[in-house]
């Protein structure tokens, strides 16, 4: 090897899901133990001795994992990693390190490096780290490229997040896309569910099919069983014309059972012979039609306590939960939460012509609060929020009553935890909240805190809340 070359290596028929490793090391023998190591793991390999030639190899090929050396000549150890993660976001770190400098690599770590490995190295468990790392990277390349495909298809995009249990979600949602098996998708109302199920419909091989959902809930038994079976002409008093039946008309597509916990006993008994005899019998006809559709179902009930209470029937929930699925609620995932009020603040933005933003103050607001209606009720609050504000800076004070209540009482809860507060200081906030939120109206500030006007001129002058722009 030549001294100061850079050497690309590669096995001769490389698997399909390749991925390219880059060893920074200033010793050749550590490069040549990693390269070796490395090849006989699949990867394709590039080796540099330096920091100058690391970046260029960073800058002209989609490099996945970095092996690097915190001794490097040329540059410091942090520094380094800073410098690598900017060019290459996406790549893994592992950090080559001496013993003495075990507690660096750490640290390095918490700098976002995935792990580190110790000179003089064991060769197997090099190759065991290197297959660790190979499976991380390439279950974040699945995830990246399933977010990709799900915003480039029809209805997908509006599912918004990052948390884990997304992560975890649109996987399960690529690999349900590929079969035709039902789908029993759980979750508490207003976490999306539907989008969920469009998400599998529109990703699968039969997304140019029909999507079809059915609201069991708000439907009466007698509307839901002509809506899903059908009926003919004179089968009943008003049938003046036959109708085709949601699940022939899917014909090859998927029909989405909202809230299936609510159909009633009789028509869970008819949905399974029909899912099980793959054809229906419309309202008064006397022969059956065969049928070729998709089932996926909804609920934000405990199916299986329904099955045990006679509620629901054991076989057909069996038949709907041959995949399961459970969406996570909002306050499992608030990291998501900057997320989606920026997705739903464009779509207002795109549909108003005005352009909303969120304050710091009323975003911790929203952090905090535990949101029981989860998505759904995110996106009505951002619609009044915006309908409220005076301009396109959404305030604390624009949100609902209900988060503006919640944060009140969290902060009540944690001063009384933390410290005494004086009562001149309780007041003096009382008064400053209401004057804000009453857009400076005092005479109504003074009604609403039970107090005379003039008593309140004196608060304001008392606690010098003129520098708050509440003028006398």
């Not at 306590?305 to 929930?317: H, I, N, P, S, W």
Request: aromatic content about 6%; charged content about 25%.
């Amino acid at each position: 090897m030549a001294a100061n070359s850079l050497i690309s290596t590669s096995i001769e028929h490389p698997p399909i899901e390749l991925l390219s490793l880059l060893i920074l090391d200033d010793e050749r023998a550590v490069r040549e133990g990693c390269r070796d190591a490395a090849v006989s793991l699949g990867y394709q390999t590039f080796v540099a001795e330096n920091s100058e030639a690391a970046y260029k190899l960073l800058e002209t090929h989609g490099i996945d994992v970095v092996m690097l050396d915190f001794k490097v000549s040329g540059s410091g150890g942090f520094e380094l990693l800073r410098e690598v993660k900017r060019r290459r976001p996406q790549a893994e770190v592992i950090v080559i390190t001496s013993n003495a400098t075990v507690e660096s690599a750490v640290q390095a770590m918490k700098y976002g490096a995935y792990d580190y490995v110790t000179k003089p190295f064991d060769l197997d468990e090099l190759k065991l780290l290197l297959g660790r790392v190979a499976g991380h990277v390439k279950l974040a390349i699945e995830n990246r490229l399933l977010r990709q495909k799900i915003k480039s298809k029809e209805g997908l995009g509006n599912i918004v997040g990052r948390a884990p249990e997304m992560e975890k979600l649109y996987r399960f949602i690529c690999k349900a896309a590929s079969s035709t098996y039902p789908v029993l998708i759980h979750g508490e109302s207003g976490t999306g569910k539907e989008l969920v199920a469009r998400s599998i419909h529109f990703s699968g091989p039969n997304h140019d099919k029909p999507f079809i959902p059915v609201d069991c809930g708000s439907l009466v038994p007698t509307l839901i069983e002509s809506e899903l079976f059908g009926y003919v002409k004179g089968a009943f008093t008003g049938a003046n014309r036959s109708k085709e039946g949601l699940l022939s008309l899917a014909n090859g597509g998927t029909v989405f059972l909202d809230e299936i916990g609510e159909l009633g006993t009789d028509l869970q008994v008819k949905l399974l012979r029909a899912l099980q005899e793959k054809e229906i019998r419309p309202v008064g006809a006397t022969r059956p039609l065969p049928i070729n559709v998709r089932i996926l179902a909804a609920t934000n009930r405990n199916l299986e306590t329904a099955v045990e209470q006679g509620g629901f029937r054991k076989d057909l929930y069996f038949r709907l939960n041959v995949l399961s699925l459970r969406v996570p609620p909002l306050r499992e995932r608030k990291q998501d939460i900057p997320l989606l009020v920026g997705h739903f603040l464009d779509r207002l933005s795109r549909l108003t012509g005005s352009q909303r933003i969120i304050s710091d103050e009323a975003l911790k607001i929203m952090l905090a609060y535990d949101w029981p209606g989860n998505v759904r009720e995110l996106e009505n609050c951002l619609e009044r929020a915006s309908a409220m504000s005076s301009g396109p800076l959404i305030h604390s004070g624009d949100l609902p009553t209900a988060l503006q209540n919640a944060m009140r009482q969290q902060s009540s809860a944690d001063m009384r935890q933390s410290t005494i507060i004086p009562i001149a200081q309780l007041e003096r906030e009382a008064i400053l909240n209401a004057l804000r939120q009453l857009k400076g109206d005092k005479l109504e500030a003074a009604k609403k805190l039970g107090m005379g006007k003039t008593t309140l001129y004196r608060k304001i002058r008392e606690y010098h809340l003129e520098d708050f722009g509440i003028t006398m």
